[in-house]
């Protein structure tokens, strides 16, 4: 059983400050991490790696310095890393992203899942997933919370929804989005980390790939940021004065309309 | 040539970017911002923080928009009943609509009697209601609804289409735009219509709720976005309204590979509707405050509300929490007592009408977002409130 997990590089907090006199985003942490929700992903193709044999791969889209997250991942249980890095994937939105992704998994060659995070903590789209099943032509079950059972023809699976949940049989190959309930990663082992430091990573260019790019980062991403700005504050609030019980048949009258 | 562009006549060389910059891409040379393009990851931050606006991303353009026509939205259903997102978009879709002086079409799908849905959704705005009816689609199952969908629009070709950012719009929205390889702006909780281009700008939060970003889709279709539920307000129906409704047929060669084994809805109690809300936090002080709180709701027919912290002491079940990870609710009064206002908390009450807020710390972040305050024990302003009702 291969399984590829898509794993994204994000910043370690998604505290975002503004200079209150300059207007101007503050970013002092720029250390970066594995997206949370991929840690799950990767612990989960781990497991099923563990109980049927194969490979899991842990390919990004990222700038160079991504390879220390995907050697961290394969810390942790991937057996090999893959790196999509070029200018000419800078800038992408959702679906230029998940076209380049997709030529990572056809470059990687045979595999029967493909597990994405729910979301990216810094983005919050949670839209690679399905576009990348789509952008392949395979099914995707999203919001996984529990795989009942997987081989290599197929993977059933709890899906959460709004309403409660439903249970999914789909044929692989397929994609699924896992959710933090799935599982609890572990951390790595010491054998883990020596592996990583020799493990196989390979790095892709767009021209190694072979990408059209017209259809690679800022060029091929139909949606454009116009402006980004910190949530604005609203005007002052009327302050309620007087005794408690007056405060109070306020808030009351407030409350009758 | 498309990338980051800075006009050497405009900067002043201030050198505000350079340190804005995440990546390190921008250097002063010779008082002039000078940009390592190797470097740059196009993130946009540099454009903002420049105020002389010196800097843009460009790109080329490209697409044909000029056949794309209409205000189009989904109207997801469950057990054969639209969602209340599914008015909300209708009735900011009619605004959008009548800025651009064009029509509202609303895509209803379901199974068998979901049609009966269709009348609402045109007192509610619509001009025209195109209806899949089809076992197949009872049950909300991404591929049945995307054959559906990608059916009906590829012939309407509409120039926007709207999705509600519940689950399952969420789920659906992304495998369609990638299909027609266009633009999806994810959870937005704003959106207009650009008075010069006449194209959809769409804001939402990014970064947990800590950062808003405005994102637009020009030279592709349809300009698609999802669009957070209890944020834009629930219409009122006009039912003298009249509309068009026609049926629109599954395809019938259709089967998905995806197959559902069994469904478990859980009625969840939610608080996401109600009109009146009392929220409890951190300053509510231990779980025999919180019981008040709860009396003052029941004898108010109000709700109960809670910030997350007292979810994961216990003292309020999930189902009470408001926020990014909890409920979205848009009440007409939101009582915040001893309630901080993190980003996480105000992501849930941007719908409220009116918030009133009572907090001991002047500097609260919650008074900034109420129209009412009272600096003040919340305890004491609480047993005030019970000994009135
Ligand atoms: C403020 C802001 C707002 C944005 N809004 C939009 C928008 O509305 N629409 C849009 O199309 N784009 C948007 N983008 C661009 C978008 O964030 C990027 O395209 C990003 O590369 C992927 O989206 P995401 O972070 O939302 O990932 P999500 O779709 O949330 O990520 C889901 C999963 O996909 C996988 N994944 C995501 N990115 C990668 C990667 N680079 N490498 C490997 N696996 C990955 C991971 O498994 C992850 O858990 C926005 C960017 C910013 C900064
Ligand atoms: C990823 C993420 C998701 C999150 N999702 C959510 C979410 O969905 N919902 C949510 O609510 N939070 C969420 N949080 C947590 C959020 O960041 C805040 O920690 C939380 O909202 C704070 O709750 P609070 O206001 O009750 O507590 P505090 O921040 O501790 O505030 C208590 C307030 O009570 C006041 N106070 C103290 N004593 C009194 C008194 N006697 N009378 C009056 N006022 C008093 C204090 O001045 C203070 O302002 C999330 C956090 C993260 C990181
Ligand atoms: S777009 Fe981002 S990475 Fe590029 S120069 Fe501006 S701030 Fe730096
Ligand atoms: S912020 Fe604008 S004006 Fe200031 S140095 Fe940068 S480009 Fe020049």
Redesign the interface.
């Known amino acids: 059983m291969n399984i590829i997990v898509c794993v994204k590089q994000v910043p370690s907090t998604?505290?975002?400050r503004l200079d209150p006199e300059?207007?101007?985003?503050i970013?002092d942490g720029?250390q970066s991490v594995i997206n949370p929700f991929d840690t799950y992903g990767l612990e989960e193709a781990v497991q099923i790696k563990e109980r049927l044999g194969g490979r899991v791969t842990v390919l990004s889209m990222g700038?160079p310095a991504t390879e220390r997250l995907l050697r961290d991942a394969m810390s942790r249980g991937a057996d090999q890393g893959v790196l999509l890095t070029d200018?000419a994937f800078?800038?992408a939105?959702?679906?230029a992203t998940?076209y380049a992704l997709s030529l990572g998994v056809k470059q990687i060659g045979e595999y029967d899942l493909i597990i994405c995070g729910k979301m990216a903590?810094?983005?919050?789209?949670?839209?690679?997933?399905?576009?990348?099943?789509?952008?392949l032509g395979l099914?995707?079950?999203?919001?996984v919370k529990k795989i009942l059972s997987v081989d290599e023809t197929s993977l059933?699976c709890i899906k959460?929804?709004?309403?409660?949940?439903?249970?999914?049989?789909?044929?692989l190959p397929?994609l699924i989005t896992v959710l933090k309930d799935i599982n609890m990663p572990r951390l790595p082992s010491i054998t883990g980390v020596e592996f990583s430091l020799t493990a196989p990573f390979h790095s892709f260019s767009a021209d190694q790939l072979a990408a059209d790019t017209?259809r690679t980062?800022?060029?091929g991403?139909?949606?454009?940021?116009?402006?980004?700005?910190?949530?604005e504050?609203?005007g002052e609030?009327?302050?309620?004065t007087g005794s408690?019980?007056e405060?109070?048949?306020e808030?009351?009258n407030?409350?009758k309309? | 040539m498309s990338g980051l562009v800075i006009d050497k006549q405009k900067c002043i060389g201030c050198g505000l970017c350079a340190g804005a910059c995440p990546a390190s891409a921008l250097t002063m040379v010779d008082d002039v911002a000078q940009v390592d393009q190797a470097a740059c990851v196009l993130c946009g931050i540099c454009v903002d923080s420049c105020p002389e606006g010196a800097i843009a991303i460009v790109k080329e353009s490209q697409g044909n928009t000029a056949d794309y026509h209409g205000v189009w939205l989904f109207a997801e259903q469950n057990q054969g009943r639209a969602l209340p997102v599914a008015f909300e978009l209708t009735a900011k879709g009619r605004q959008l609509a009548d800025e651009l002086s064009t029509s509202l079409t609303v895509l209803l799908a379901g199974g068998p009697g979901i049609a009966g849905e269709a009348q609402a959704l045109i007192a509610a705005g619509a001009d025209r209601v195109l209806v899949g009816e089809d076992p197949k689609l009872a049950v909300n199952l991404e591929e049945n609804y995307a054959a559906w969908l990608d059916q009906v629009v590829t012939e309407g070709k509409p120039e926007i289409l709207l999705f509600g950012a519940t689950g399952f719009g969420r789920s659906l929205a992304p495998k369609l735009a990638a299909r027609w390889q266009t633009g999806l702006t994810a959870d937005c909780t704003v959106l207009e219509i650009d008075k010069q281009s006449g194209l959809l700008y769409q804001t939402r939060p990014a970064f947990g709720g800590n950062l808003m970003a405005t994102i637009y889709t020009p030279s592709h279709r349809p300009q698609m976005a999802t669009v957070r539920p209890g944020v834009m307000p629930y219409p009122v129906l006009d039912e003298t309204r009249r509309g068009e409704i026609l049926a629109c047929p599954f395809p019938q060669d259709f089967s998905p590979l995806v197959r559902l084994l069994q469904e478990r809805q859980i009625q969840a109690e939610t608080i996401a509707d109600a009109e009146l809300i009392i929220a409890v936090g951190r300053g509510i002080g231990n779980a025999k405050n919180v019981a008040l709180a709860r009396q003052l709701a029941e004898k108010l027919g109000a709700a109960l509300g809670c910030t997350r912290p007292l979810v994961d002491t216990g003292w309020c079940e999930y189902k009470h929490q408001v926020g990014q990870t909890g409920c979205a609710v848009a009440p007409r009064i939101y009582l915040a007592l001893g309630i901080s206002g993190a980003i996480q908390h105000l992501a849930g009450i941007a719908g409220a009408q009116t918030i009133i807020a009572v907090n001991s710390d002047p500097e609260a972040p919650i008074f900034a977002q109420a129209q009412y305050k009272i600096v003040g024990d919340c305890l004491d302003v609480l047993k005030a409130l019970l000994a009135q009702v």
């Not at chain 1, 991403?221 to 949530?231: A, D, G, L, M, N």
């Not at chain 1, 609030?237 to 309620?240: C, D, F, K, L």
Request: proline share 6%.
């Open positions: 998604n505290e975002v300059t207007h101007t985003i970013r720029r700038i200018k800078a800038g939105d959702t679906l998940s903590v810094d983005g919050d789209t949670a839209q690679i997933g399905p576009e990348l099943a789509e952008t099914p995707h079950i999203a919001d059933t959460l929804t709004d309403n409660g949940e439903q249970e999914l049989q789909v044929p397929a017209s980062g800022l060029n991403s139909p949606t454009q940021v116009v402006r980004t700005f910190t949530p504050r609203g609030a009327q302050e309620i408690l019980d405060q109070a048949a808030i009351l407030l409350i309309g």
